[in-house]
């Protein structure tokens, strides 16, 4: 088996971690540039080298690996188990009704002036959610404005109802929020976990070109998949500024999530907001390192 294989069984084995089988073309655009996990996860700076990538050379490798038996096929869909190929099948029925709970957050968040875009992200992206399962966001919001945009849609979100809490069905999550002046995603979100979250993202209101640009600031995707190889990345320069009303706000928002959930394991300052545990993506990256195919 070459390194093209692998590559092929890594991008159908992360897949199944979410229950989640892949046709070609999916195969395609989520394929990585390098198998190796201090590459992909652990932020080794020498680029493999570029592989050939076309469609068919995935054709021949999902045949061999068809032939090994290391994954299967119903002849559309390729996957590793059986509820995969029954997760994707089953979940592509609420598509549309998720969508629909999507839209209706994203208008209800351009009131806001402040929001200058807004992506849907997580499973719902891909159309690998249940219909109560919770929806996840991403807001980039004007200059100095993060923790006053996210303070205004935390009351908006309640007043429909919205607000996550324990065994609510169907919430509205707000995991991530970026300040237009700072879209560039630290040293520690730079993986092939952060490039594929990015590939699925659905930008659902951009009041400007706000999607180009936060694919500009964030070039170092090409490093990971061949999707962005091709793509023409625009300089992007960071902008910060100093706003007292937002550094209020910060304050405010953290010191009471801390006297009300004590430490957490989120990424927060003025311009950018996780609001997402990083620990679920040691559990992915241990997941797959159980696939010995996979190198380390």
């Known amino acids: ?52 990538i076309s469609q068919q050379k995935i054709n021949n490798s999902l045949k061999k690996l068809l032939e090994l038996s290391l994954i299967e096929t119903d002849g559309e869909y390729f996957y590793l188990q059986k509820k995969d190929l029954q997760n994707r099948k089953q ?7 998720k969508n629909e709970e999507a839209m209706a957050f994203a208008k ?16 719902a992206a891909v159309g690998n959610a249940l219909k109560d399962d919770d929806l996840d966001f991403m807001i980039i919001c004007q200059s ?4 006053l945009t ?27 929020f970026l300040d237009e002046s700072d879209l560039v995603l630290d040293q ?10 990015v590939l699925q993202m659905q930008f659902l209101f951009d ?3 706000y999607e180009k640009l936060f694919l500009n600031a964030n070039h170092w995707l090409k490093k990971y998949l061949a999707y962005y190889s091709d793509c023409k990345f625009s300089q992007y320069k960071e902008n910060k500024s100093f706003s007292l009303i937002n550094q209020l706000f910060f304050f405010i928002q953290k010191t009471y999530r801390l006297a009300i959930f004590g430490k957490e394991n989120f990424s927060l300052s003025p311009t950018q907001a996780f609001f997402n545990d990083i620990n679920f993506k040691n559990k992915l990256i241990g997941s797959l390192k159980k696939q010995t195919i996979i190198k380390e």
């Open 144 to 147: 100095n404005t993060l923790w």
């Open 91 to 97: 979940r592509t029925v609420f598509y549309d009704f």
């Open 108 to 123: 209800m968040a351009s009131i806001i002036p402040f929001v200058k875009a807004v992506a849907l992200t997580g499973s």
């Open 150 to 176: 996210r303070f205004l849609l935390i009351i908006l979100v309640k007043l429909k109802g919205k607000r996550p809490v324990f065994n609510k069905p169907n919430s509205w999550c707000i995991n991530l």
């Open 1 to 52: 088996m070459n390194e093209f294989d692998r590559l092929v069984y890594l991008t159908i084995a992360y897949s199944s971690y979410f229950s989640f089988a892949l046709n070609k073309s999916e195969i395609l655009k989520r394929l990585p540039f390098s198998s190796s996990f201090k590459y992909l996860f652990y932020g080794e700076r020498q680029s493999p080298k570029k592989v050939l």
């Open 207 to 209: 009041r400007g070109q």
């Open 188 to 197: 520690n979100r730079r993986s092939l976990y952060e490039a594929y979250e």
